[in-house]
């Protein structure tokens, strides 16, 4: 998964503290990557779509905890903010992670 790839070499060459996983509840609702540090709880869930539907929203609104931040990375060109959740473009997204505004200690 490129995603996975990039948030691994990402945390890893700049020596980011916390824990890289994902979240799922029962097979009924899940959220592709969850990264935490403490108090921290960023949700990043990635679709294979060019256009956002409301339905990618479902893990975010399953979670238990409240996230710090939430991201959706997809394959279509506008970003967008739905709620609290940042829809982001794959490319724009890789960006902002590499610019040190995804995942912030």
Not at 50 to 65: A, H, I, M
Not at 67 to 75: A, D, E, G, M, N
């Amino acid at each position: 998964h490129v995603i996975f790839n990039e948030l691994s070499s990402y945390i890893y060459y700049n020596n980011i503290k916390g824990e890289l996983g994902f979240w799922n509840n029962d097979g009924k609702s899940e959220i592709d990557f969850v990264w935490w540090y403490g108090d921290k709880i960023i949700g990043i869930e990635v679709k294979l779509s060019k256009k956002f539907k409301k339905e990618f929203l479902k893990g975010f609104k399953s979670f238990p905890k409240n996230l710090h931040s939430k991201y959706i990375v997809y394959t279509g060109d506008e970003e967008l903010l739905i709620d609290d959740v940042r829809v982001l473009p794959f490319e724009i997204f890789v960006k902002r992670l590499y610019n040190d505004k995804i995942i912030l200690t």
